[in-house]
């Protein structure tokens, strides 16, 4: 297996880390604020990324200009030390992203068509689709630091188990791509590593206090609480859908009633604007409809484009149930941002003008009023990109 740090052992690996933790975080540090930040003697530190540079994860990326006296050099992660490869599985397609040592992206292609299923022929078929992208991109495998794998559902990044494809209990996926890949591999929820794509990558600025909804077909939920991505106890953190909040005696895909999802999800979306097609509602779907044709949550969607009355209804009858929510999650969490992410992003204020309203009218405005909603800025490609940070983060031993 390609072990990139490997030649970073010894005594001095821990405080290799924390250098590359520094520069990944800031972008660059001169020698004096390594120094500072990290409580080492200058003539320390001036070896420690001496040694970085000759590994090739390090870079001098030039001087910078001060107030006066010498220009310091700055010091921040080599492009070209290797490349990480975030990859996004959803029910009938996966999207996948590459970027470089830097977090720079190199490539990414979304909805490819794949079925993953929870057996070990399918994850080797997936680890091949993976190794034929790369090979197209003319990325050889050893230049591969690390691979990320969102699944939906439970998963447990520490034992590499997924409750949504499970293989048996002597078969973690990750040990079973990393055979195929020859490169360490992390699986994590969806949910999550969205959340720190955004974090890192999107629409985040300076805030430490995020919650990311990922409204698909499902509801999932990422959080980073103090500047920390939050896993909970056992790693599964986030269910805000199968949060027992509806009284509408519906079953959810959980096996339970009353989830927060049968109410304020894509599927959600699609089984009301079902009913009220069967009801006799007109919609610029009717005709599709009538015809015996299947009506998709993307044709809901496009159909919320094109201004139709009846889609719009929907999205905001599901807006208004995902708003109260949001309003008890503000009230609970404080948080400084809330990012509205998945498929359903795609209604922009169609969604988030019901989702207004009902946090005005659930929340404590005392706490509601220092919370900022935006939408998702990478879209599609938060899942992978997240994937790719989230990969190179626990490679260099930051999470």
Known sequence: MNDYLGNLDGKNADLFQ??????????GYSLAEMSKELNISIPTITKLVQDLIE????IDMGKVGTNGGRRPSIYGLNPSAGYFVGTD???HHISIAVTNFNGQLVNDLS?????????RESFVNLCSTLKEYLNKLGIAPEEVMAYGINLT????CETGYSFSYFLGEGLPLSNLMEENLQSPVFIENDSRAMTYGEYIAGVCNSEKNILFLNVSWGLGMGMIID?????????YSGEIGHFPLLDNNLICQCGKMGCLETGASGSAVHRIFTQKLKDGRPSVLS?????????????????????????IETIAEVGATLGKAMAGLINIFNPELVVIGGRLSAAQEYLLLPIKSA?????????????????????????????????????????
């Open 153 to 156: 559902g439970r998963v447990n």
């Open 89 to 91: 599985v959803r029910g």
């Open 55 to 58: 590994y090739g994860y390090l």
């Open 111 to 119: 909805d490819i068509p794949f079925v993953l299923e929870g057996t």
């Open 359 to 399: 946090i005005q009218k659930y929340s404590l405005n005392i706490v509601s009023r220092d919370t900022t909603i935006k939408f998702s800025k990478l879209g599609k490609k938060a899942g992978p990109i997240g994937a790719c940070m989230l990969s190179r983060s626990k490679l260099l031993g930051l999470l």
């Open 18 to 27: 924390k250098i590359l933790g520094l520069c990944l975080e800031e972008g």
């Open 227 to 235: 500047g920390k991505l939050s896993y909970g106890k056992s790693g």
């Open 287 to 311: 005709g599709k409809f009538a015809n015996g044709e299947r009506i998709s949550l993307d044709d809901i969607l496009e159909a919320i484009n094109e201004e139709d009355v009846l889609a």
